[in-house]
Structures are given as structure tokens and as C-alpha cells.
């Protein structure tokens, strides 16, 4: 690990329980934690009584080899150079004669967030929209988001209500059915070393997408060596089926088969599959969509497998 002097980033800091690895006196006590970022240049800095000696520095309760280019002619300071994770952990500055522990820090690094990439679906029209949110990379400190919304750009700012703290999703349950005008999600990334914001506009019947049917189920007929019987339910977060009818596409294969088959869409929770092949195992999976074909298909089932009737 190498201590260099060079143009340096000033890390914010605030109290906090630490560890009692960095030092012999006054570990029972708080100290500062810092933040910085990967591959900045940091300062940490000793809390010296006024015409003391050059301080001690300790990193997890081992001794740092000090230079005038490490303090940089600064009694009360240690410099690091293009920090990395190695150098995450407890420093304390102590007393050169007494050990005596004059300031702990906790070291913490890592890097500001980045731009949000956000998605909203509809999947409980016309009640809910979901909406969730990713980071391009970890940032590797605490980050939390800021989530509010505006239905239209001069209308009044609302909560996109998080499930609970540090959530990467948030929904929006006060939805107008058939408005033009495009709602706004504004989810701001949060965390020590700063903060990035990014909007997303959408109209609410163009993003409805249904999660997938639910309780598929694949069954012989009883006498029909070449039929399936298809039942299933409509998903169980699809409030209104009666009010906003899906359909349906179904996907199945022959096992061992290459390609699948798709077929549909059709408005019935139920379908016969006709002209398969007989004592061979067939795998199935349905699809669910708006019936006015607002939105997109949602994902397929889980897949389900059924093999028809065989003379006993």
C-alpha cells in the first residue's frame, strides 16, 4: 500500500460506532466515517493537540510507515493515493508518545450512483403501475432512492411508494384510465458520495403487461390418444378479469422437438390441443395481453408438461 502526496479529495464524514481494532485508548468512543471514491486521491486528518509532535497513524491496528511526502508537510494528515477497495478499514492517529488515540476514522470506499434505468408496467390495470429501476454497477456504499411522480409536467409532485427503505421498485396506485396526458417517474439515486436523477415518461395504456397466467394445468383425455387438455387462470394480479378480459397465446413442443409452436390468441381460459402425437410428452406455456391490445404480452408461464391418454 503507498502514501503519496497529491491534489486530494476532502471526504465527508459523521459519527459512528466502530470497531475496536485501531488503537489503545478511547475505543470504547465514536468516530468519522469517510467516504470516498475509487481511484480519487483522499486526505484523512488527526485531530492533534496544538503543538504536538507528528501524529501516529495506525490502519486496522497496524503501524503506517509515515514520510514528509506522506503527510505532505502537514503534521495532522495522511494522504492516499488513487484510493481502492485495499484500503477500506479503521485508521486511527495516536499520540506519538503516549499511544493515546486522538481520532478514529472508518474508511469507506466506493462510487457515486449512477443513471437509474427504469422500467413501468401496468400488470394491475387499471389500479397499479409497478415501476423498477436498476444501477448500471454497484456502487458499494449505502444508496438509497428518492421516487416521486408527476402526471403531467406542471401537475403536483407525488410519492412513488416504495415497498420499504433502499427498494429498487416503487408503484403508482392513483392511475386516470385513458388520459394523453404522459405520467412522469423521477427516481433519484442517493448515496454518500452524491446523487443522479432520471425521468420517465409513459402513457398508462401503453405500458400494460400482465404477469403471466397462473395454475396451468396439461391433461389427458380420457379415449383421445392425440389430445391435450389445456386449462389455466388468469394472473392472480390481474384485478378486473371479468371488466378487462385478457387472451391468450400458447407455446408448446414435443420433447426433444427443436422449434416450438405458438398458436392464438384466443379469449377462453381453456384449449384442446389436437393432432399431437401420440405417448409422447408435450410441453406447454401460455401467454396473457389486454383483449384491446393495449401494451405487450406478458412473459410466459413456468412451463408444464402432459402426455395424452394411452389405451390402458
Known sequence: MKWMVIVALVLPA???????????????GLCHVHHGALGTDLILHCDRPVGAARAEWRVNGTKVAMSEDAAGGDKDQLLLRNASLAQEGEY?????GTGKTLSRIRLRVGSPPEKPAIECWAVSYPETVNCTWKLKSEPRLETYFITTYRHGLGAKENKCVQPGAGASSCSISDIQMFSITPYVLNVTAVNPLGATMNLFPFIVEQIIRPDPPEDLRVSPIPGESKKLL???????????PQ????????RYARAGANNNRTIGPYEQTSFILTGIRPRTIHHVQVAAR???D????STWSP?????PWTQP
Open 92 to 96: 486511527s492517529c495516536h499520540h506519538p
Open 14 to 28: 459523521w459519527s459512528a460506532p466502530c470497531s475496536s481494532t485501531a488503537g489503545s485508548e478511547g475505543e470504547e
Open 290 to 292: 389486454d383483449f384491446t
Open 294 to 297: 393495449y401494451g405487450d404480452y
Open 303 to 307: 412451463l408444464v408438461s402432459g402426455t
Open 230 to 240: 389445456l386449462e389455466w387462470q388468469p394472473p392472480s394480479s390481474w384485478p378486473f
Open 243 to 250: 371488466y378487462f378480459p385478457l387472451k391468450y397465446l400458447i
